[in-house]
């Protein structure tokens, strides 16, 4: 098989591509706010103990895992694409996982 | 190549990985009933002979199909994660995918 | 190993797998732009010079690339699935980007 290709996997937490561009980090948290608020709290039936059903939400919308194709050992990606790595409940340390397929 | 992965894929219906941990489920549920109501069917020009236009909407945002990293063996899964199987229209009878890459 | 798979990647703008059927495509944008309306373009603090922060968020529900797994040649689907690409800001020449891993 001519072909490589490349997973990225971070476990518990939040991965997405999109493009490295000025303000974007910023307009997604806004918009993660809105699509799946925080507050209140008690809205949420998760809530007992902890308060971090909203983070579980977000991430759904960012995705947990990327999937990237290698193409002559770089990552392709779009021209302004990038890998990128975000948390909305920071209790625990992480860890990232990369697992590379093909030869 | 030393690596293994694992693709699991659950064509039709939805599949998701997060944390198995109370009342997320539930949270899920309404949540995704606010992003992409049911109600007013005649919202969705899908909803013509069928009415589930809205399965059809929350199922990108939680996903088709998961793809997960296994290490020695097992899925390489975040303290709490766990693969999940969801339908909002359940008509016709599922099958689930697995597929398995490396070695 | 006997499996074979298959990964698509679409960079730079979406893709994404659904059924292949009347009218969906006009709820998904009417959908999208009610998660993530374009107007007024200030709301979004990456626009700045472009005013496509909507197409990234948008982006993001959709998905970037999809994993789609090969049964004895072909694309394994649902009935009326298929890949759909979609783009919310057309200024540059796209390209896709498919790769298949496995024998």
């Known amino acids: 098989m001519g072909h490589t290709s490349q997973l990225e996997g971070i476990p518990q937490l939040l991965s997405f ?15 993660l ?5 925080h507050e209140p709290v008690k809205q949420y ?8 059903a ?3 939400l977000k991430r759904q919308v960012m995705g947990r895992e990327v999937v990237v194709a290698v193409t002559e050992g ?7 694409e990038q890998i990128f790595y975000g948390e ?4 625990r340390k992480k ?5 590379i397929i093909g030869e």
Chains 1, 2, 3 share one sequence.
């Open 17 to 31: 591509i999109n493009d490295n561009e000025t303000g974007l980090h910023h307009d997604f948290e806004v918009w």
């Open 33 to 37: 706010e809105k699509l799946a608020p």
């Open 45 to 52: 039936r998760h809530n007992v103990g902890e308060d971090n």
């Open 54 to 56: 909203d983070a579980h």
């Open 74 to 80: 770089k990552l392709d990606f779009g021209p302004w």
């Open 88 to 91: 909305f409940d920071s209790r």
């Open 95 to 99: 860890r990232v996982l990369v697992k």
